[in-house]
């Protein structure tokens, strides 16, 4: 009987943790910038701005992407002797 109530109780609690939604961070150059929010899911200036048209918003550079971007990889340093 204890087996098959922890039995049960692992499967509800994989169920539980398998329906959780999973959330992935968008790092492009580009943000639009609500005031209450940021989405810095565009590419490019031109798509921040017409996303950001006719509504209170501003596009601003994505200081994370220039930092972590794709085409930063990190590069161990050099032990100078």
């Known amino acids: 009987m204890m087996r098959l109530t922890f039995v049960l109780l692992a499967v509800a ?3 539980v943790i398998a329906r959780s939604p999973s959330i992935a961070e968008v790092n492009r150059p580009w943000c639009a910038d609500y005031g209450h929010g940021v989405n810095c899911g565009f590419s490019t200036y031109e ?5 950001a048209s006719g509504t209170n918003t501003w596009c601003v550079q994505n200081q994370w ?6 085409n930063n990889e990190r590069q161990p340093r050099s032990r100078r002797r």
Do not use: A, E
């Open 47 to 51: 798509q921040c701005k017409m996303t």
């Open 65 to 70: 992407y220039w930092q972590y971007g794709p």
């Open 13 to 15: 609690v994989v169920t």
